[in-house]
């Protein structure tokens, strides 16, 4: 039912009314909204009322619910208060709440205190806040405090934060000591924190220091730091020195860091270096180094060397290199060159 985006407040109240009181405590429910764009506040919470007490035995509940925009803060309460003390069997939980603008530090400080601590039971998560841009870091403070003490058992997360452009370092390092230190078996990781652009190295640090004692396990780890310019080779080196040696049992690893413009060689080599000691079970990795407008040809060749003498059970390769100068035509040949014996490469 994704992209009725002309269905108004009745049609979806007839809808829900009609259907979700039906459901008899249903274990499992994937329901799409998606482009729901008229559905206010009242049609919301009219939804939340119908739909909870449904869900006394959910175990598996998704709900995509992206560009509802006209959800405020009222809205987002009442959903959190209904569906909350019935998510205490769940074990897997997906809501995307996307394009949700309306949204600030007051709801999502609700919705984490009235969600976070029913998750008695989950070991899949998958929250997707993406342009929630009025969060500030005590929103996201809150938000890790509420979670952070359920996911001790947590096996896959994916958190989607892209745009929340008001985050400091100061609420990076929060979310990381009060909610990813808290993520000790995980096994499949997806942080999607596009568009932090105040985060510095000091920053970068503690999400190292805090994240990376929890990765021995993980298969999967995608981290998605784009437009982060202030980082530089330090933060660089410290994310390559302490981290990638923990993902000795990763198979697939996306690094997704447009716009790092002040990492130099330096960094770059330091990266490369630790990806060829301890990377040798990687079978997939995905590189964004987008508008990284300080490395040469120097640290690109350097990096395909490691990549080719040491990722020896690497089957796709995918490197981002737009708007990168040292990514010539002529360079960018010679790479594809050097990459021929790898099964699948991609380059942009």
Avoid at 97 to 119: C, N, R, Y
Wanted: aromatic share 8%; proline share 2%.
């Amino acid at each position: 039912m994704s992209n009725w985006g002309q269905v108004t407040d009745h049609g979806i109240t007839c809808f829900v009314t009609q259907a979700l009181s039906r459901l008899e405590s249903i274990k499992h429910l994937d329901l799409g909204m998606m482009n729901w764009m008229e559905m206010t506040n009242i049609c919301f919470k009219i939804f939340s009322q119908k739909l909870a007490p449904q869900l006394t035995n959910i175990e598996h509940l998704i709900l995509n619910m992206a560009f509802c925009s006209k959800v405020s803060d009222d809205g987002l309460k009442v959903f959190a208060s209904k569906i909350g003390p019935n998510l205490t069997k769940a074990k897997s939980l997906v809501l995307d709440m996307s394009m949700w603008h309306k949204i600030t530090d007051e709801g999502l400080e609700a919705f984490a205190s009235l969600v976070g601590p029913q998750l008695k039971s989950v070991n899949h998560l998958d929250l997707r806040l993406q342009d929630w841009d009025k969060i500030t870091d005590q929103g996201l403070k809150v938000f890790a405090s509420q979670f952070g003490p359920r996911l001790a058992e947590l096996q896959h997360l994916v958190l989607d934060m892209h745009g929340l452009d008001k985050i400091t370092d100061v609420g990076l390092m929060d979310f990381s000591t009060l909610m990813l230190s808290q993520i000790k078996n995980i096994q499949h990781l997806d942080l999607n924190m596009h568009d932090w652009k105040q985060i510095t190295d000091e920053g970068l640090k503690v999400f190292v220091s805090q994240l990376s004692p929890q990765l021995a396990n993980v298969k999967h780890l995608a981290l998605e730091l784009w437009k982060s310019e202030q980082i530089t080779d330090d933060g660089l080196k410290t994310l390559a020195s302490r981290l990638v040696p923990e993902l000795v049992n990763t198979r697939h690893l996306k690094l997704s860091m447009e716009g790092w413009k002040q990492v130099t060689d330096e960094g770059l080599k330091a990266l490369a270096s630790e990806i060829g000691i301890h990377l040798w079970n990687l079978e997939y990795f995905e590189f964004d180094l987008i508008e990284w407008q300080s490395v040469t040809a120097e640290g690109l060749e350097f990096l395909a060397s490691q990549i080719i003498e040491n990722l020896v059970n690497l089957r796709e390769l995918t490197l981002r290199l737009q708007f990168c100068p040292a990514a010539t035509s002529s360079v960018k040949k010679d790479l594809k060159e050097r990459f021929k014996k790898i099964p699948k490469v991609k380059f942009f």
